[in-house]
Every structure is written in structure tokens, then in C-alpha cells.
């Protein structure tokens, strides 16, 4: 399903205007994250073998499934938020126990978490880390490996996060989430301008800006940091932007379409990073503001398309394949984006 964006160039409603803004320059972050010995630029490559299946166009693809040994673009958020901590806390000095006796609590599906728990681990701090019954065992074992605490509670990522919140509430702990709701918003704001650097990595890259930009979304977050970077150096219209959600988790789309964040129930979809029911509130403001359109994709098209991704060497997930899977499903729309559109999507984590 496809949906254009009513609210782009247009003045937004008052519940979403009021919404702090995200910032678009890299620089403050380029500038931390160049001190971690971690952190490289991932690869933007031209996938010519896959044009075919877009109707003939260039196709651009960010590779994020090395990502500073985590394997999401999810490395640079979460990370970069505790890092800024520790530089507040303790300046240049003793940097590894800058956080120590400091607990940061989040939901995740997966990534996030994995962030959380590798940041908190360089700075001294501990990581606690709740899951959802849908997430499986194996990404639980790897959530503990990376040295958190890991409790498994609710039964999908929004019972997790209010649980995630209690928790903080209750023992004095930083709740660091990846999304904003009515009074949370400062923690995620620094995780959301961690993304920015990739989105700085594609500017760099990038000789001819695309013409069409296919980013995924969950709470929608790193759509909205893309979008804030990419909106900066291209301009407000020399390219459509595109934001692709799961058929069974629409949060971006119908929020849209009400003029507020809404929750979308649904199934549980294959897509688990990006099955998420409510939006983030300061990601879905820039959204309205700067992307053309929303469509969804189903499982299958998923599955499909990090199939075809893996014939090119990129092992990827249902929900790291899902813009890619969207650019497929938006050309079928159009009736073909041509041979001159130059397409880019990114995968944002591996298997």
C-alpha cells in the first residue's frame, strides 16, 4: 500500500509542531565517534545486477551489516548517546569508568539493545536490557555476551519499553530508549543524531544525489535522522523519500493520515526491528515535515528481497532487506522508476 505524505511543505498540527526538532549536522558526532578506534564508514555500493528488479534503475545500496562489529547502523546511536555521557561526566579523563555505578535500562528487539550494551560496557556502566516474548533466544544470548542483563517481559517491544520505564522509575536508572513519547525525549534525541553519521557517510559517498530514497522504519527514527541529513544537502525536493514500514505495523503511515501519533495493532511481523505499533512523536514531526510518502510492504516481499540481496554477498534480515523490498513495491506503483532514476536504500543490519 502506498500513501503520500499530506503533511510535507504544509504546516503540521499543533500536537506535532510543538515537537523539538531533530538536528541535521553530523559534525558533533563525526567529531566523537572518530575517537573510537570501532568506528569506520561502511560501504555504499552499486548493485547493477539488481536494477532489473526496480525497473532498470541504478540502485544504491549502504551496507551497514559490519557496522562497527555489531552489525546495525544501530552501533552508532545508543553509543554515541552514552559516550556523550561519559565525556560530560568525566571530560578526557579516565574515560573507561566515567560511568561507573551508572545503570542505562532500554527495550529492544535486538540492535538497540546491543548498543546500549557495548556503550555501557566501554564507559564503566551496566546495561539492562528487556525483551518481549518474540524475540528469540538466540538474540538474548548475544544481548548477554556484550555484558547486559537481560529480562525478558511483555508480549511485544511496547509492553517491554513500559516495563523498561518502570524499572527506571524504580531502581534510578537512565532509561536511554530509541524512541520519544510526551515527556521523554532529550535521551532518544542524542541516540536519533547518532544516525546522522551514516546519513554523512552517504553524503560524502555520493557523487550524484538519488532521485528516490527508500528508508525503513519501526518507531522511526533513523528514517528521520536520513531524512534531516539528506533534506539538508539535497534539498526539499530534489529527491522522493519514501518511508516503508510492515504490512502488519503501519505506526508511520496511519499516524500520518490522523495528524498525531496512533497505535497500529497488528500481527507480529518477520520484520522484528521494525515491528513496532506506535511511533516515536519527535520522529514521526520530521517525518510530516520531509518525507513524500509512506507504503508498506508484506512479509513476503521481505523475505523476497533480502533473498535477492544475499545473490549479490549481502546477508540480511527480512527488516535490514525491507527498503530494498519497498523500492520494489513503489516502482510496481509508478509503472516503473525508468532508467535514469539512481535509487538508494540502505540495509541496515545483518543476519
Not at 533473498?307 to 534480515?317: F, N
Request: glycine fraction near 10%; charge should be negative.
Amino acid at each position: 500500500m502506498y500513501r503520500a505524505n499530506p503533511w510535507k511543505a504544509k504546516e503540521l498540527p499543533a500536537e506535532l509542531a510543538a515537537l523539538p526538532q531533530l538536528a541535521d549536522d553530523a559534525g558533533p558526532v563525526l567529531a566523537l565517534l572518530s575517537r573510537c578506534p570501532a568506528y569506520l564508514p561502511t560501504p555504499l555500493l552499486r548493485m547493477s545486477s539488481l536494477g532489473a528488479s526496480i525497473g532498470g534503475a541504478s540502485l544504491w545500496v549502504k551496507d551497514e551489516t559490519a557496522r562497527m562489529g555489531l552489525g546495525s547502523f544501530k552501533a552508532l546511536g545508543a553509543a554515541y548517546a552514552i559516550a556523550r555521557d561519559a565525556v560530560a561526566a568525566a571530560g578526557d579523563d579516565n574515560l573507561a569508568s566515567a560511568l561507573a555505578g551508572r545503570t542505562y535500562v532500554t527495550a529492544s528487539a535486538g540492535n538497540h539493545g546491543m548498543s546500549v550494551a557495548a556503550g555501557a560496557r566501554v564507559f564503566g556502566a551496566h546495561a539492562v536490557i528487556f525483551i518481549s516474548e518474540t524475540v528469540s533466544d538466540e538474540i538474548a544470548g548475544r544481548l548477554r555476551g556484550k555484558g547486559a542483563r537481560v529480562v525478558r517481559q511483555g508480549h511485544d517491544y511496547e509492553a517491554s519499553m513500559a516495563a523498561a520505564a518502570e524499572a527506571a522509575d524504580a531502581n534510578g536508572w537512565t532509561l536511554l530508549s530509541d524512541s520519544t513519547w510526551p515527556g521523554y525525549t532529550t535521551p532518544a534525541l542524542d541516540v536519533m543524531a547518532g544516525y546522522l553519521a551514516l546519513a554523512e557517510e552517504i553524503v560524502n559517498e555520493t557523487v550524484t544525489p538519488p532521485t528516490h530514497v527508500f528508508l525503513q522504519a519501526g518507531v522511526g527514527g533513523f528514517a528521520a535522522a536520513m531524512l534531516a541529513r539528506f533534506r539538508n544537502a539535497w534539498g526539499s525536493d530534489g529527491f522522493e523519500a519514501l518511508v516503508v514500514e510492515p504490512a502488519f505495523a503501519p505506526c508511520i503511515m496511519e499516524s500520518l493520515v490522523a495528524g498525531r501519533a496512533v497505535r497500529a495493532d497488528g500481527p507480529v511481523s518477520a520484520m522484528g526491528r521494525l515491528d513496532c505499533k506506535e511511533p516515536s512523536h519527535v520522529a514521526l514531526a520530521t517525518i510530516a515535515r520531509l518525507a513524500d510518502g509512506c507504503l508498506t510492504v508484506t512479509e513476503e516481499e521481505a523475505a523476497d528481497a533480502a533473498s535477492m540481496l544475499l545473490t549479490v554477498g549481502i546477508a540480511t534480515t527480512p527488516s535490514g532487506a525491507a527498503g530494498f523490498a519497498g523500492a520494489i513495491g513503489y516502482q510496481k506503483v509508478v509503472g516503473g522508476l525508468g532508467a535514469d532514476a539512481r535509487v538508494l536504500v540502505v540495509v541496515t543490519e545483518g543476519t
